[in-house]
């Protein structure tokens, strides 16, 4: 997939993009509103792909079963309808007009185009914003199967969502594109640590060149994104000079975890761990703004051990 350089107002926008999409291998663009708006109608107009976006229009005088039965039959699906409104969960609506479905589950249904798309690449904007978890968890499982077959790319503005389904992610802004550091493998081993014997007492951040002292109990989470360290407290983002070895090491017993190889999480702030599909899992938290992180599945049972689940 090739999309030339744009230019606006002089200043380049988007570069030169040259991007394989492949089997198995789900690929996620982070970007801002701006550059995704531009990279979706630089992709208008291709054969080959398909582009799945939130202002798709939709046919709302049809039910639920009459719209899925009317995708089946334009895209020669072998499947029967009623075994898809079951794979989709959508046994609670399908007699209901899409008008009457609710905002959320109506953005579902139209997600649910991808499953009969003919081309061989499918583009997915912001699969995941506006659904609920239920929904949510299935078309993780959804877009699961269907890379066995399609290539797929999601564009998306949060990189937890991009985490959720993507393989490999690239960050898109003002530098241009470049791969994020994102890998979560067995093989990555980091030091073990003792527990610490000296309790810190407060987390030092910046913000507008202003020094920000924290309390750990007032952190929500930690992320690493392209070796810089941002500090998470009540929906606000702060820079941090130490590594996230060392505040794994200075948090632990204030009940922090490594939950992934980029994120730790204060586990006091955990109200539920989300399964997405056998391999993906996140943990939601209870925090001054709904905030959802990634969980390793290689985490998974040491935080099951710790928490006596």
Partial sequence: MII?????????????????PQL????????????????????????????????????ERHTVRELLKFFIGISGCAYKVDFLIEKFGLEDIKHVKIKNVAYSRQMFIK???????????????EPYFYLDDSDRKIL?????????????????SNLEDAL?????????????????????????KEGVYEQPNLKLEKISTKKNEKIILFDPPEIDYIESLEGTIFVHVGGESYSCAMTLIELEKKLK?????RCHRSYIVNLQKVREIITWT???????????????????????QDLRDLLNI
């Fill in 278 to 300: 056998k391999n993906s899992y996140s943990l939601r938290l209870n925090a001054g703004k709904d905030s959802v992180v990634p969980l390793s599945r290689t985490k998974l």
């Fill in 24 to 59: 198995h291998k789900i690929i996620g663009i982070q970007t801002d509103v701006q550059r995704k708006l531009v990279l979706i109608n630089e992709l208008k107009g291709n054969e080959n792909i398909y582009l799945s976006t939130s202002n798709l229009g939709e046919y």
């Fill in 164 to 188: 959720i389904s993507c393989h490999k992610i690239y960050r898109l802004d003002e530098q241009g594109l470049r791969q994020l550091d994102i890998a979560d493998t067995e093989e990555q």
């Fill in 140 to 156: 993780s499982e959804l877009l699961d199967e269907l890379c066995a077959t399609k290539k797929l790319i999601v564009l998306a």
């Fill in 111 to 125: 997600i649910l185009r991808i499953y009969f798309a003919t081309q061989s690449t499918i583009v997915l904007e």
């Fill in 4 to 20: 030339n350089e744009v230019f606006q107002k002089g200043k380049l926008l988007i570069p030169t993009i040259n991007l394989t």
């Fill in 253 to 257: 017993s204030y009940g922090f975890f």
